[in-house]
C-alpha cells in the first residue's frame, strides 16, 4: 500500500528536505546574528523599528515638506520602512556565499538555501517592524486605519520581490567579483532619495516625474501609501511596469545563481 508521502508525489520528500533546509540556515542565521545576550532573535524587528521611529522623529522636528497634507509620522512610516525593505536585501546577500562555503560539503545544502533564508530573515523583520509601528501609531491617532489592506499588502510584496531579485542577483555576482559590494553601497544611498520615500510623484515637476518613474520602488511606495491613505496619496504608478521589470529582474538573478552555482568550490 502506498505511503502518505508516495500520494503526495514524487516532489514531496525533496520539498520536505528543503523545508528542513532552510529552517536550520534560519536558525543558524539568527543565532550568529544576534546570539542569545540582551533580548536575542527580537532585534530582528527592533532594529528596522529603531531606524523607522528615528527617522520620522527627525522629519517631524524638521518639519520636513513632502508635497502632500499626510501626515509626516505616516509619511515616515511607509516611506522609510519601504526603504530598508529592499535595501537591506542586497546587503545580506552579497558575500553571503563566501562566508558559508563550508556549508556546501552538505549535498542537501544549495546556494540559494543560503541567500533564501537570508531573505526570509530581513523580509519578516521589516514586516514585523512596519506592521508593529503602523499599529502603534493608529493607537495613538498618529495615522488612521488603512483604507485599502490589499493594496498595502500588494505594494509591500512588490517592493520585497524586488529586492530579492536584486538581492540574489547582486549576491550571485559578489562571488564572482569583489567590486560589487565596492558598488553597492554608494548606489543604494544614492538611490534612497529617489526610491519615492520622501515624495510623492505628484507632487513633482512633470519632466521630474517622468525620471522617478523609471525607478521600480518609486511604483511600490506609491500603491503602498494609496492603501493607507486613498485618494489624499495621490498617487501615481503602473503596475504594468513594475510587474515585468520584476519578472525580467527575477530572470537575470536566477540565471546569475544557477551560473555561479555551477562553481561553486566549497571552502
Known amino acids: ?6 500520494r503526495r508525489g514524487p516532489i514531496w520528500p525533496h520539498l520536505r528536505i528543503q523545508l528542513r533546509v532552510v529552517d536550520a540556515l534560519l536558525r543558524r542565521e539568527m543565532l550568529t546574528r544576534y546570539g542569545r545576550h540582551n533580548i536575542g532573535f527580537l532585534w530582528l524587528f527592533v532594529e528596522p523599528m529603531i531606524f523607522t521611529v528615528g527617522v520620522t522623529i ?35 546577500c552579497i558575500g553571503a556565499l563566501q562566508n558559508n562555503l563550508a556549508l556546501m560539503y552538505h549535498r542537501n545544502i544549495q546556494v540559494g538555501d543560503i541567500y533564501l533564508a537570508r531573505l526570509l530573515i530581513e523580509f519578516g523583520g521589516a514586516t514585523i517592524s512596519f506592521a508593529s509601528l503602523a499599529v502603534l501609531f ?7 486605519p488603512p483604507e485599502d489592506f490589499l493594496k498595502v499588502a500588494a505594494g509591500w510584496l512588490l517592493i520585497a520581490w524586488f529586492g530579492c531579485a536584486v538581492a540574489i542577483g547582486l549576491g550571485a555576482l559578489s562571488h564572482l567579483s569583489e567590486l560589487v559590494d565596492k558598488l553597492w553601497h554608494p548606489f543604494s ?12 510623484v505628484a507632487a513633482l515637476p512633470r519632466f521630474a ?7 521600480p520602488t518609486v511604483h511600490g511606495i506609491e500603491l503602498v501609501r494609496e492603501g493607507f491613505f486613498g485618494s489624499r496619496a495621490r498617487a501615481t504608478y503602473d503596475l ?3 510587474i515585468p521589470f520584476n519578472l525580467v529582474l527575477s530572470l537575470i538573478a536566477l540565471i546569475a545563481l544557477r551560473y555561479v552555482s555551477r562553481r561553486v568550490v566549497p571552502g
Open 1 to 6: 500500500m502506498a505511503s502518505a508521502a508516495d
Open 58 to 92: 527627525l522629519w517631524t522636528a524638521t518639519k520636513s515638506v513632502h508635497g502632500s497634507d499626510l501626515p509626516i509620522s505616516s509619511f515616515a512610516l511607509t516611506g522609510y520602512s519601504s526603504v530598508l525593505l529592499w535595501r537591506n536585501m542586497p546587503g545580506r
Open 138 to 144: 493608529i493607537a495613538i491617532e498618529w495615522m488612521a
Open 189 to 200: 544611498y544614492l538611490l534612497f532619495p529617489l526610491s519615492g520615500s520622501a515624495f510623492i
Open 209 to 215: 516625474q517622468d525620471i522617478v518613474l523609471w525607478i
Open 240 to 242: 504594468s511596469y513594475l
